[in-house]
């Protein structure tokens, strides 16, 4: 524990750029957990250090550097709460949402599937009552990449109109949708029809940069049952709160590393905001769907060596097809892991500071 809340101190080297999101789902009996892990992240990412050497300035001594501070958006999917392996109560899981936003005073967002309101419009409307954003998911929470266009886009205006005279009532005055498992189609074609939808009901879409993956630990804890043993539970939130850290970490140190070997990285807005925050230069590209000139360009201009395109489990791998299939097409390496990256980037740090040798397997025996 003296470990993770050393972590949590040093939270300040994140990025203080609003779109560094930590998006969870809402729901199964791993709520409890996930509250205490955001809201933790969220609570020691104010923090002001102090910069030892101004410090000792003999002009001005104690003098205190303030450092910029840092912020994470947080957002929570399927609300009112997502169906459980062994049903959800709704009431209580939001009861302790709520409760732990307002303890450690932190607004947030939620994003809402309309088939799975049923009334429960009172739930809803606590949340804007305590000062949180909603917005908006298809009416079902179907994939869009399991739908034609034209059902998928009526699934869209269900959700949109389930939620507008709520927000309306309430005097909400922006507009927001996140695409069900970040996918926003397979084809070109297809993103730029969704999002073209959207805009023209004034829609802000909202996507995620770190993925929790709260449902790897979401098994683990109901195995526990409804009172998991007190030593367990803590071993089990400490972990899943260091993977989070850790996920964060890495792409920070991987970008700096690869400044350092003298490549140019190019990244898109979120992960560019992300790395600028943190004084790593970077140029900023288009997503596929933001059109023309956007990464596969770049891909196809030869501009591009290598490629870092991480996704969560199978929520956004098909997300990538597209640039996946151009790095294969164009000879580039490519890596879809953080894990993965971190051991290229310490690989050519390793080349580049002596000659690779080549043994044969006798010689180690």
């Known amino acids: 524990m003296q470990r993770l809340n050393e972590?949590?101190?040093?939270?300040g080297r994140l990025s203080s750029h609003k779109n560094i999101d930590i998006f969870a789902g809402i729901g199964q009996l791993c709520l409890p957990?996930?509250?205490t892990i955001i809201l933790s992240i969220f609570g020691y990412s104010t923090i002001?250090?102090?910069?030892?050497?101004?410090?000792?300035?003999k002009d001005k001594p104690g003098k205190v550097e303030k450092v910029k501070l840092k912020e994470i958006c947080i957002t929570f999917d399927e609300l009112p709460a997502a169906p459980g392996f062994g049903g959800v109560d709704i009431e209580a899981v939001s009861f302790l949402v709520l409760e732990g936003l307002?303890?450690?005073k932190v607004e947030a967002a939620g994003f809402v599937v309309g088939d799975q309101i049923n009334g429960r419009h009172d739930i809803l409307g606590q949340w804007l009552n305590d000062g949180h954003t909603l917005g908006s998911m298809t009416y079902s929470n179907q994939d869009y990449h399991e739908l034609g266009i034209e059902m998928y886009l009526r699934e869209v205006r269900m959700g949109h109109e389930t939620l507008e005279e709520m927000l309306s009532g309430f005097g909400q005055k922006r507009r927001f949708f996140r695409f069900p498992f970040l996918h926003s189609g397979l084809t070109e074609k297809g993103r730029k029809q969704a999002y073209m939808f959207l805009g023209s009901l004034n829609v802000e879409t909202v996507t995620a940069t770190v993925l929790p993956e709260d449902y790897l630990y979401n098994l683990r804890l109901i195995k526990m049952g409804h009172k998991p043993d007190s030593v367990q539970f803590e071993l089990l939130l400490n972990e899943y709160i260091n993977h989070v850290l850790d996920e964060i970490e890495r792409c920070e140190r991987v970008a700096k590393q690869l400044v350092d070997l003298?490549?140019?990285?190019?990244?898109?807005?979120?992960?560019?905001?992300?790395?600028?925050?943190?004084?790593?230069?970077c140029t900023k590209v288009n997503k596929i769907s933001e059109g023309r000139p956007h990464i596969l360009d770049k891909v196809q201009d030869g501009k591009i060596q290598w490629i870092i395109n991480t996704s969560s489990g199978n929520r956004t791998t098909e997300d990538s097809y597209s640039i996946r299939r151009s790095a294969l097409d164009y000879h580039i390496p490519y890596t879809t892991t953080t894990t993965g990256a971190v051991a290229m980037t310490m690989a050519m740090?390793?080349?580049?500071?002596?000659?690779?040798?080549v043994k044969s397997l006798q010689e180690y025996l």
């Open 7 to 11: 972590r949590l101190s040093s939270i």
């Open 33 to 35: 957990v996930l509250v």
């Open 48 to 57: 002001a250090a102090q910069n030892p050497s101004k410090s000792e300035n």
């Open 102 to 104: 307002k303890k450690h």
């Open 262 to 281: 003298g490549f140019s990285i190019l990244a898109t807005k979120s992960t560019a905001s992300f790395l600028e925050e943190n004084a790593i230069p």
């Open 349 to 357: 740090t390793s080349l580049s500071k002596m000659p690779m040798e």
